[in-house]
C-alpha cells in the first residue's frame, strides 16, 4: 500500500471512498468519482471526499488527482488490513464508502476485502454493484461478511434490496436504495447536437461503454437489415474501447468478430465504431444526438447498469435485454425490452419506434421526467442523508451549508424577448403562446437591478430598459398597471390585479433608488412609481399593501415626499390592526388563513419600522415573522405553506404544492430581519430557506437547475416540476442575491 504524507486542516471531516478510480478505465471508477465529486458539490466546506485507489497489479500505476490518499493492489490481503489501520488512526476520517465488486478486490472470489472488513473501527457503507440472484456458495459467504462488516448497504433497485434481504439474508433495516446516478442533461436539440457531431440527416441508434462479448452487439448487428432497408438513414453507432481485461485476455478478437459481421451484412455504411473511452462531456454529447439506445447486454443477472441509467436519464428511447435493473426499469415504464439472443426481438420494436415518431417521443419524454431524482446532485444528497448521523454535528448555521452555486442569468435571458419575458415554459424552453405578465417583468427588473447593486455590470441596463419599456406599456388611466399581455402586444385591460400593481411599485422604487445606475432609468422608474401612486387607495389586500410598502420604503429614501410616509404610516397601521383582530396566543398571524408570499406582510412591517423608527411595527414583525418561522422551518429545512389547501388556523396545513416564491419570499424576509435586528438566528434561517431550492427540502431534490440557470415550478408530493417558467427563475434569483453580504437590502 503507498499511503504520501497528508496533512489535512485541522477543521475538516472525511468521507473516504475505497473504489478503483479515474485515470483507470472502470465503470466502478467512474462511478465512485461522481458520487464523490457531487458530494463535495453537495456538502458543507468542511466535509471533503477522499479516496483509496484500488489498482490492478503493482506494476500499475495512474496519475491520480489530488483527493486520492492512499493507494492498495487487488488481492493484497496485508494491504487491505493496512488501509483499514490507516483510516482507523486518521481522526479526520468518519465514513468510508466501499464500491463493492467481487472482481475489484481479488483474491478468491473476491475475498482480500474481508480483512478490511474486520480490521476497520470506523462506519462503513458499502455500495454493491453486483448482487447475484443464485450465487455460487463463495459469492453467498463473501457477500454475507461484506454485509456483516457494513453499517449500511446501498443498493441502486428495489430488486437488488430483495435479493439481500431474500437471498443473503440481510436485514431490511440495512440496505438503503440509491439509485444510479445520471448527469444533469438539460432538454436539446437532437438535430443541432447531429450536425454538431457530422451526422446531420441521419437517424441514430447507439450503444456504448467498454466494448465485451458480454455487450451482445452481434445480436443487435443481425435484426439491422430489414430496419435498414426501410429507413435506410439509419446509423448504428458502437462508441468505446475494449474492455482492458478482454484485451489482456484475448486482444481484439470480439471487436474484429464484429466489423466481419458488419461487411458480410452489408452494413457499412450504416454501422460505425467509434473506438474511443469518451470524456462525460461527449459521452453526453452522444446521448443527446441519439434517437433510440440499445443495450443488449447478455448478463441476465445484471442487477444494474451505468449504461441504462445514462441514456434513460439522457432521455432516450431505449430498448434493453431484459436484465435484472432494465426489468425494473421497463416495469416503471421507462424502457422497452427485447430478448437476449433474438434479433427479431430487437427489429420489431426499432421499427415500431421509427414508423411511428409519436410512440418513441412519448417514451423519450417518460424517460427524461422519471429520472430527474437521479441526477448526481439528487444522488449525493441521498447518500449524505443516510450519512448524516455518522457525521459532526458541532457546526451550525452558514458552515453547515453546501457553497452557493454561481448566480447565471441564462435562463432569464433566454425568457426575454425585445418587448418583455415570456411567462412560462415546456421545461426550459419559452413557451410564446403564453404571452406576458407584469408581474414577471417587475420581478426582472428588480432581479437585474439586485445584479447591479453586486456585480456592478452595466450588461443589465440593456434589459432593464426592456423592463421599463414593458412596464410603461402597461400603464393604464388613473396610473393602474395591468397585468396581461399576449403574444401580440394586446393589453388585457379588463382584470386588475392589485398585487401584480402593487408588485411594480415595488421595483420601481427600488430602481429609483439604486446607486450608480443610468439617470434615464432611474426617472423612467421614478415617473412610472408616482403615476402609479394614484392607484394606492385600491391596495387593500393584505399583500397588495405589503408589496406596495416596499415599493413606498425605497421611493422614500430617495424622494423624501410626505404623501409617500402617510401612505406607509396608513398601511403600517392596517397591517398591524389586522394582526391585533386576529392572533392569539397559539395563532400569531395577520389573518386566519397562511396562503402566499406570507413573509412579505411581516416584512413589510420592518421596512415601516426602518422608515419610522415606529417600535410597535418592529414587534408585530418579529412575533409574526417568529410563528411563521415555527410554522415552515424544522430541523434545519424549509417547508412552505403548499398551494393545494393552504393552512387555515385549526385546520390540517397543506404541505404541497410548494412554490419557489415562498423559498424566496422568506429568504428575503429572513435577510432583511437579519440587518436591521443583528439577530443571527435570522441570517442562519434565511440560509436554510434558500437551499430549499439546492435540495434542503421536503423531496430532498434539487430545484434549481444549475445546467440551465432556470428553476422547475414547484413541489409536488412526489417530483420536481420540469418546468421552467418566468416566475420560479426569477424568484430564485431574487433569493439568491439577497443572501450575498454585498447587495443593497435596505
Not at 90 to 117: C, M, R, S, T, W
Request: net charge neutral; glycine share 6%.
Amino acid at each position: 500500500m503507498r499511503t504520501p504524507k497528508i496533512k489535512p486542516d485541522q477543521h475538516e471531516s472525511w468521507v473516504v471512498f475505497l473504489s478503483s478510480f479515474p485515470p483507470r478505465e472502470c465503470g466502478v471508477a467512474t462511478f465512485a468519482k461522481h458520487v464523490s465529486d457531487a458530494l463535495d458539490d453537495q456538502t458543507p466546506a468542511w466535509l471533503k471526499t477522499k479516496v483509496v485507489a484500488i489498482n490492478p497489479s503493482k506494476t500499475k500505476h495512474y496519475l491520480y488527482p489530488k483527493k486520492v490518499i492512499a493507494e492498495v493492489v487487488e488481492g493484497d490481503y496485508d494491504g487491505f488490513a493496512a488501509t483499514a489501520k490507516m483510516l482507523n488512526d486518521n481522526p479526520k476520517v468518519k465514513l468510508v464508502v466501499v464500491e463493492h465488486e467481487f472482481g475489484l478486490f481479488g483474491g478468491n472470489f473476491g475475498d482480500a476485502i474481508e480483512d478490511f472488513y474486520r480490521a476497520l473501527k470506523k462506519p462503513v457503507f458499502t455500495t454493491c454493484h453486483t448482487v447475484l440472484p443464485n450465487p455460487a456458495p463463495e459469492y453467498l459467504k463473501g457477500l454475507r461478511a461484506v454485509a456483516d462488516g457494513s453499517t449500511k448497504l446501498v443498493v441502486m433497485n428495489e430488486t437488488a434490496k430483495q435479493l439481500l434481504q431474500n437471498v443473503y439474508g440481510v436485514s431490511p433495516n440495512k440496505i438503503i436504495i440509491i439509485p444510479h446516478g445520471v448527469p444533469r442533461i438539460a432538454p436539446y436539440d437532437n438535430g443541432f447536437i447531429k450536425k454538431q457531431l457530422g451526422f446531420a440527416g441521419r437517424t441514430l441508434i447507439s450503444t456504448f461503454g467498454l466494448i465485451n462479448p458480454d455487450k451482445g452487439i452481434e445480436v443487435v448487428l443481425e435484426a439491422l437489415p430489414k430496419v435498414i432497408e426501410e429507413f435506410p438513414d439509419v446509423l448504428y453507432l458502437i462508441v468505446g474501447q475494449t474492455h482492458p481485461n478482454i484485451i489482456e485476455r484475448f486482444g481484439e478478437g470480439y471487436r474484429q468478430s464484429l466489423v466481419q459481421q458488419v461487411e458480410s451484412l452489408g452494413l457499412s455504411d450504416n454501422v460505425r465504431f467509434l473506438k474511443q473511452y469518451l470524456s462525460e462531456k461527449d459521452l453526453v454529447k452522444y446521448l443527446k444526438a441519439t434517437d433510440i439506445y440499445i443495450n443488449s447486454s447478455q448478463s441476465p443477472d445484471q442487477i444494474v447498469s451505468g449504461t441504462l441509467a445514462y441514456a434513460v436519464g439522457a432521455g432516450n428511447a431505449v430498448i434493453s435485454s431484459p436484465f435484472l435493473h432494465a426489468k425494473e426499469m421497463a416495469e416503471q415504464g421507462l424502457c422497452l425490452l427485447a430478448d437476449f439472443e433474438s434479433p427479431q426481438s430487437y427489429e420489431n420494436p426499432l421499427l415500431d419506434l421509427l414508423r411511428h415518431p409519436d410512440k418513441q417521443e412519448a417514451l423519450r419524454q417518460l424517460a427524461y421526467s422519471g429520472t430527474r431524482h437521479m441526477t448526481w446532485p439528487n444522488v449525493a444528497l441521498a447518500y449524505y442523508r443516510e450519512m448524516a448521523d455518522h457525521l459532526p454535528r458541532s457546526y451550525q448555521g452558514e458552515k453547515n451549508l453546501p457553497a452557493l452555486p454561481v448566480v447565471r442569468l441564462d435562463h432569464l435571458l433566454r425568457l426575454t424577448d425585445d418587448f418583455g419575458v415570456i411567462q412560462f415554459s415546456k421545461q426550459s424552453t419559452p413557451d410564446r403562446a403564453t404571452g406576458y405578465s407584469i408581474d414577471d417583468v417587475a420581478r426582472a427588473l428588480l432581479a437585474m437591478a439586485m445584479h447591479w447593486s453586486i456585480y456592478k455590470k452595466p450588461l443589465v441596463f440593456r434589459y432593464m430598459r426592456i423592463y421599463l419599456n414593458f412596464i410603461e406599456h402597461m400603464s393604464g388611466v388613473g396610473g393602474r398597471f395591468y397585468n396581461y399581455c399576449d403574444i401580440e402586444r394586446t393589453v388585457d385591460t379588463v382584470d386588475w390585479s392589485s398585487d401584480a400593481h402593487a408588485r411594480t411599485m415595488w421595483a420601481l422604487g427600488y430602481t429609483m433608488n439604486l446607486s450608480g445606475a443610468p439617470s434615464e432609468l432611474k426617472d423612467k422608474a421614478g415617473k412610472l412609481f408616482r403615476d402609479a401612486t394614484n392607484a394606492l387607495p385600491q391596495l387593500s389586500s393584505p399583500r397588495s399593501m405589503s408589496f406596495g410598502m416596499a415599493g413606498l420604503y425605497f421611493a422614500y429614501r430617495t424622494d423624501q415626499a410626505p404623501a409617500l410616509l402617510k401612505n406607509m404610516i396608513q398601511f403600517a397601521d392596517e397591517l398591524v390592526r389586522l394582526y391585533e383582530n386576529n392572533s392569539h396566543d397559539q395563532w400569531q398571524w395577520f389573518e386566519k388563513t397562511l396562503t402566499y408570499s406570507n413573509s412579505k406582510l411581516s416584512e413589510a412591517l420592518l421596512y415601516a419600522y426602518k422608515t419610522t423608527g415606529n417600535k410597535r411595527y418592529l414587534e408585530v414583525a418579529e412575533t409574526t415573522l417568529d410563528f411563521l418561522r415555527g410554522e415552515t422551518l424544522y430541523d434545519g429545512v424549509f417547508h412552505p405553506i403548499g398551494q393545494a389547501g393552504w393552512y387555515t388556523e385549526g385546520q390540517e396545513r397543506a404541505l404541497f404544492d410548494q412554490q419557489p416564491i415562498e423559498a424566496a419570499s422568506m429568504t428575503r424576509t429572513l435577510s432583511i430581519a437579519n440587518r436591521i435586528t443583528k439577530k443571527q438566528i435570522y441570517r442562519d434561517e434565511s440560509m436554510q430557506a434558500y437551499h430549499w431550492f439546492l435540495g434542503r427540502n421536503s423531496l430532498h431534490q434539487v430545484v434549481y437547475d444549475s445546467e440551465t440557470g432556470g428553476c422547475g415550478d414547484g413541489l409536488s408530493e412526489t417530483k420536481v416540476s420540469l418546468n421552467q417558467g418566468a416566475e420560479s427563475t426569477i424568484v430564485h434569483l431574487m433569493a439568491r442575491f439577497s443572501i450575498d453580504t454585498r447587495i443593497k437590502l435596505l
